[in-house]
T-cell receptor, first 114, second 114 residues
């Protein structure tokens, strides 16, 4: 079955540690996205990538980093510089880069900083 | 500033009753419009989308939405709610000409009474 997988489902981190969230898609989509979701806040865009080896900052990129070395993979690193990293993180992908291209979402990773 | 407003944070309806969830957007031109649904701890699932043409759009699970340009609204409706519809609903817009950056409302949580 085609889809988007995110791992792990739950992740715990100590303060001061970097942590990497995995996102893989087998939909052959060009574009991939990372969103952060906080209760009552909707989703906010962290980074997006429209093609391999290229990515752009979203609205809340500070304290995060990404890479896009393969079309199917778009890992997100939450660095120690992120002041409030506890949140639900959602990865998405779309076939193309345009505004009309529907984004499909993975199941999410819940990150908790201890 | 560009924005998406979902005025109702939480709505409770009885099973079998009709439902309308409100969404208003603020953009200069008509954007692309989407409704997503999220069950607790899960990713987002696309219910329906509007790009152009007929202003009444049919989606999955018996949902529909109506685009009203004069009111900058894209309200989601369902004639008869089922207990399984209890979830959080997000309206999202992609500004025309943007590179797929979805702007989300803060969501409306739907509870269903037996």
């Amino acid at each position: 079955d085609g889809g988007i997988t995110q791992s792990p489902k739950y992740l715990f981190r100590k303060e001061g540690q970097n942590v990497t969230l995995s996102c893989e898609q087998n939909l052959n989509h060009d574009a991939m996205y990372w969103y952060r979701q906080d209760p009552g806040q909707g989703l906010r865009l962290i980074y997006y990538s429209q093609i391999v080896n290229d990515f752009q900052k979203g609205d809340i990129a500070e304290g995060y980093s990404v890479s896009r070395e393969k079309k199917e993979s778009f890992p997100l690193t939450v660095t120690s510089a992120q002041k409030n990293p506890t949140a639900f993180y959602l990865c998405a992908s779309s076939a193309g880069q345009g505004a009309s291209d529907t984004q499909y979402f993975g199941p999410g990773t819940r990150l908790t900083v201890l | 500033a560009q924005s998406v407003t979902q005025p109702d944070i939480h709505i409770t309806v009885s099973e079998g009753a009709s439902l309308e969830l409100r969404c208003n957007y603020s953009y200069g031109a008509t954007p692309y419009l989407f409704w997503y649904v999220q069950s607790p701890g899960q990713g987002l699932q696309l219910l329906l989308k509007y790009f152009s043409g007929d202003t009444l759009v049919q989606g999955i699970k018996g949902f529909e939405a109506e685009f009203k340009r004069s009111q900058s609204s894209f309200n989601l409706r369902k004639p008869s709610v089922h207990w399984s519809d209890a979830a959080e609903y997000f309206c999202a817009v992609a500004p025309w000409g943007s590179q797929g950056n979805l702007i989300f409302g803060k969501g409306t949580k739907l509870s269903v009474k037996p």
